[in-house]
């Protein structure tokens, strides 16, 4: 076994690759980029090196400048974690000829799945069932189009070095086919340097199953179960569980065998992925489950697996690539309970879930779960790279209690002031089709009303009960008595106490008009508000419930069912503010650049129309056009962007 191993990542997965590589007394070395000084990663490592700018393709994307850094600390292996350079076939010749340990498949591995194409060909030659589709040469736009109707719509436009639901397009109708095309294209050649696509047919109500493979050097390959990774928002996974609900032993031995399959077909060595795309419209069937790509490292969701086969799978790797046979045998390989993962993501779901930035002044995870995590309270969410901050992974002896439990640990994420999506998350995990097993990959669209936060009451008693406090130390805020408030403009919260009579308590949490009757009782609260000010953080209670109190300026939060709901003085309506479309300005959501400008001055533009495109955090975002109207102006192509900035006005007929 090699003595010390430098991961060529950052965040979570560094510090998960590192946890196991402490544990077997492995020297551990990180590197990071100059927007990475500070993170945890770098702090977790017994040594750090500086290798580039903030920008990736500088820095974590530099396989020179990492390999430079190998060989200043004596690093003896390299594990590539998932992301940037892990499925590089370049990458990884380039390691081993350096005479470093290569924590991953060989080269050629890579090259044979790395492209969906040639992989979905090479599956076809080893009897593996793949979703009927087009993925030739011709990449012409006729060709495409042509084929794209031949398949029937709707199809799936797909990067063919793509994932991570990048340079991936579903499109309805053959009018938006070019559109679509152009923006696959785009992402493509953004994210991987490669504009080529493949195009498949779209399963209308698709369940995504993956099978978790692993192969040594004897020749020998087993696969550890599947995982369901159904629940997904622009084709990007959002909570992943194992085993899949619904799997039947028969259909179960189908992909599992298929999986093995495909493995051998590339003699696979190490951790790997087989995805498959499965039509859930009539249940789970064995002809009804497709090859759809392979994943060349490890994934973001192998805890699940982790947790129900009771495998440490970043120590099979490192065993593997020091040349050892697989730690266990097929049969000695069992499923245990049901374990899932829910992806804490730093973005706004109230705000079509976009990417959220700065720093996490306040930062609080569930106790008594998993939490793998690369973040820290202080720590910064930057605009560079990918906004995922946390896992949380549950394990319990059944899927509805395991359900539930992350549901309750989801609720318990207090993050502010960057924006997290964990409310969101305990309602997707609460939702009753969820918890019956009843998902598909088109889960969340379809039930988009319901998975919206709803104000709660219990957290308007709590925020009241706090403002109540302040001004007496012995009220009680009664619950029934909650009504919207329209008061006076410019009146700051408080409470009127006339001794010993009910009066009246007022606020706004999220910019709504709040209040309640108060009543004295005899004995008070813990302390006044600006006590639980002064030492940052508290708890309030507000009936049985205990909730997160964060003092801020003008205000506090409180963290409610993982949502962060700000508490402010009482003020008239104020207008829509800075970003607002309402005089036909479309701001910057966050920093970025201008990768399409589909309208022009002077252009005549209807509502809901795309104006001009923006790429952050790796992901297109598309502003439209608020009403219809004529186009003043529009940013030039190209453009670095300051979040805010007006990247086109339009001026209504």
């Given at each position: 076994?090699?003595?010390?191993?430098?991961?060529?990542?950052?965040?979570?997965?560094?510090?998960?690759?590192?946890?196991?590589?402490?544990?077997?007394?492995?020297?551990?070395?990180?590197?990071?980029?100059?927007?990475?000084?500070?993170?945890?990663?770098?702090?977790?490592?017994?040594?750090?090196?500086?290798?580039?700018?903030?920008?990736?393709?500088?820095?974590?994307?530099?396989?020179?400048?990492?390999?430079?850094?190998?060989?200043?600390?004596?690093?003896?292996?390299?594990?590539?974690?998932?992301?940037?350079?892990?499925?590089?076939?370049?990458?990884?010749?380039?390691?081993?000829?350096?005479?470093?340990?290569?924590?991953?498949?060989?080269?050629?591995?890579?090259?044979?799945?790395?492209?969906?194409?040639?992989?979905?060909?090479?599956?076809?030659?080893?009897?593996?069932?793949?979703?009927?589709?087009?993925?030739?040469?011709?990449?012409?736009?006729?060709?495409?189009?042509?084929?794209?109707?031949?398949?029937?719509?709707?199809?799936?436009?797909?990067?063919?070095?793509?994932?991570?639901?990048?340079?991936?397009?579903?499109?309805?109708?053959?009018?938006?086919?070019?559109?679509?095309?152009?923006?696959?294209?785009?992402?493509?050649?953004?994210?991987?340097?490669?504009?080529?696509?493949?195009?498949?047919?779209?399963?209308?109500?698709?369940?995504?199953?993956?099978?978790?493979?692993?192969?040594?050097?004897?020749?020998?390959?087993?696969h550890l179960y599947e995982r369901d990774c159904s629940?997904?928002?622009?084709?990007?996974?959002?909570?992943?569980?194992?085993?899949?609900?619904?799997?039947?032993?028969?259909?179960?031995?189908?992909?599992?065998?298929?999986?093995?399959?495909?493995?051998?077909?590339?003699?696979?060595?190490?951790?790997?992925?087989?995805?498959?795309?499965?039509?859930?419209?009539?249940?789970?069937?064995?002809?009804?489950?497709?090859?759809?790509?392979?994943?060349?490292?490890?994934?973001?969701?192998?805890?699940?697996?982790?947790?129900?086969?009771?495998?440490?799978?970043?120590?099979?790797?490192?065993?593997?690539?020091?040349?050892?046979?697989?730690?266990?045998?097929?049969?000695?390989?069992?499923?245990?309970?049901?374990?899932?993962?829910?992806?804490?993501?730093?973005?706004?779901?109230?705000?079509?879930?976009?990417?959220?930035?700065?720093?996490?002044?306040?930062?609080?995870?569930?106790?008594?779960?998993?939490?793998?995590?690369?973040?820290?309270?202080?720590?910064?969410?930057?605009?560079?790279?990918?906004?995922?901050?946390?896992?949380?992974?549950?394990?319990?002896?059944?899927?509805?209690?395991?359900a539930a439990r992350l549901a309750e640990a989801a609720?318990?994420?207090?993050?502010?002031?960057?924006?997290?999506?964990?409310?969101?998350?305990?309602?997707?995990?609460?939702?009753?089709?969820?918890?019956?097993?009843?998902?598909?990959?088109?889960?969340?669209?379809?039930?988009?009303?319901?998975?919206?936060?709803?104000?709660?009451?219990?957290?308007?008693?709590?925020?009241?009960?706090?403002?109540?406090?302040?001004?007496?130390?012995?009220?009680?805020?009664?619950?029934?008595?909650?009504?919207?408030?329209?008061?006076?403009?410019?009146?700051?919260?408080?409470?009127?106490?006339?001794?010993?009579?009910?009066?009246?308590?007022?606020?706004?949490?999220?910019?709504?008009?709040?209040?309640?009757?108060?009543?004295?009782?005899?004995?008070?609260?813990?302390?006044?508000?600006?006590?639980?000010?002064?030492?940052?953080?508290?708890?309030?209670?507000?009936?049985?419930?205990?909730?997160?109190?964060?003092?801020?300026?003008?205000?506090?939060?409180?963290?409610?069912?993982?949502?962060?709901?700000?508490?402010?003085?009482?003020?008239?309506?104020?207008?829509?503010?800075?970003?607002?479309?309402?005089?036909?300005?479309?701001?910057?959501?966050?920093?970025?650049?201008?990768?399409?400008?589909?309208?022009?001055?002077?252009?005549?533009?209807?509502?809901?129309?795309?104006?001009?495109?923006l790429e952050a955090m790796k992901m297109e975002h598309?502003?439209?056009?608020?009403?219809?109207?004529?186009?003043?102006?529009?940013?030039?192509?190209?453009?670095?962007?300051?979040?805010?900035?007006?990247?086109?006005?339009?001026?209504?007929?």
């Amino acid at each position: 076994m090699f003595k010390s191993v430098l991961v060529a990542n950052r965040g979570e997965i560094a510090c998960r690759v590192f946890r196991t590589a402490k544990r077997m007394g492995l020297r551990t070395i990180a590197v990071y980029s100059e927007a990475d000084a500070d993170a945890l990663h770098v702090r977790e490592a017994d040594e750090a090196v500086l290798i580039g700018p903030a920008a990736a393709r500088e820095s974590y994307l530099d396989g020179a400048k990492v390999l430079a850094a190998a060989k200043a600390t004596g690093a003896e292996a390299i594990h590539p974690g998932y992301g940037f350079l892990s499925e590089n076939a370049d990458f990884a010749e380039a390691v081993s000829a350096a005479g470093l340990i290569w924590i991953g498949p060989d080269p050629a591995s890579i090259r044979a799945m790395g492209l969906k194409d040639a992989a979905k060909e090479l599956m076809i030659q080893a009897g593996v069932p793949v979703t009927p589709g087009y993925q030739g040469a011709d990449q012409s736009e006729a060709t495409l189009t042509a084929e794209a109707a031949r398949i029937g719509y709707p199809v799936l436009i797909k990067a063919v070095a793509g994932g991570g639901g990048k340079g991936m397009k579903r499109v309805d109708d053959p009018t938006d086919f070019a559109a679509g095309l152009a923006s696959a294209k785009r992402e493509g050649a953004a994210a991987f340097g490669d504009d080529r696509v493949l195009i498949e047919r779209y399963i209308t109500r698709p369940r995504h199953i993956e099978v978790q493979v692993f192969g040594d050097r004897h020749g020998d390959v087993v696969h550890l179960y599947e995982r369901d990774c159904s629940l997904q928002r622009r084709h990007q996974k959002v909570i992943e569980e194992a085993p899949a609900p619904g799997m039947s032993e028969a259909v179960r031995a189908a992909v599992t065998g298929a999986a093995i399959k495909a493995a051998k077909a590339v003699n696979y060595v190490g951790a790997g992925t087989i995805e498959f795309i499965a039509d859930a419209s009539d249940g789970l069937k064995a002809d009804g489950i497709w090859f759809m790509e392979m994943n060349t490292r490890l994934q973001v969701e192998h805890p699940v697996t982790e947790s129900v086969t009771g495998v440490d799978l970043v120590e099979w790797q490192f065993r593997v690539a020091a040349g050892e046979p697989l730690p266990l045998k097929q049969d000695q390989i069992q499923l245990n309970g049901w374990a899932m993962e829910a992806r804490l993501y730093a973005e706004d779901p109230a705000n079509g879930f976009l990417p959220s930035i700065g720093r996490l002044e306040h930062f609080v995870m569930p106790d008594g779960i998993r939490v793998d995590t690369g973040v820290e309270q202080g720590g910064e969410v930057s605009q560079f790279y990918d906004p995922m901050i946390a896992k949380l992974i549950v394990h319990e002896d059944t899927r509805e209690a395991a359900a539930a439990r992350l549901a309750e640990a989801a609720g318990e994420v207090e993050v502010w002031p960057v924006k997290a999506n964990a409310g969101f998350l305990k309602r997707c995990l609460d939702h009753p089709r969820f918890v019956a097993g009843d998902v598909d990959t088109g889960f969340i669209a379809a039930e988009d009303a319901a998975l919206q936060p709803h104000p709660s009451e219990e957290a308007t008693l709590a925020a009241l009960t706090l403002i109540a406090e302040a001004a007496a130390d012995a009220v009680e805020v009664r619950a029934d008595r909650f009504s919207p408030w329209g008061g006076q403009p410019g009146l700051s919260y408080g409470a009127r106490l006339n001794a010993s009579s009910q009066t009246t308590v007022w606020a706004q949490i999220d910019g709504q008009g709040v209040s309640a009757a108060v009543t004295p009782v005899e004995t008070g609260w813990r302390g006044r508000l600006g006590e639980l000010a002064h030492v940052g953080f508290d708890q309030v209670q507000a009936g049985d419930r205990l909730f997160g109190y964060q003092a801020v300026d003008d205000g506090f939060v409180l963290f409610v069912d993982g949502e962060a709901r700000r508490v402010t003085p009482y003020r008239a309506a104020v207008g829509s503010g800075a970003g607002a479309v309402s005089d036909g300005s479309l701001r910057a959501p966050m920093p970025g650049k201008i990768v399409a400008t589909p309208v022009k001055a002077g252009d005549t533009v209807s509502k809901g129309q795309p104006v001009v495109v923006l790429e952050a955090m790796k992901m297109e975002h598309a502003l439209t056009a608020p009403f219809d109207g004529m186009v003043e102006s529009v940013a030039t192509l190209g453009d670095q962007v300051v979040e805010a900035a007006v990247l086109a006005v339009v001026k209504a007929d």
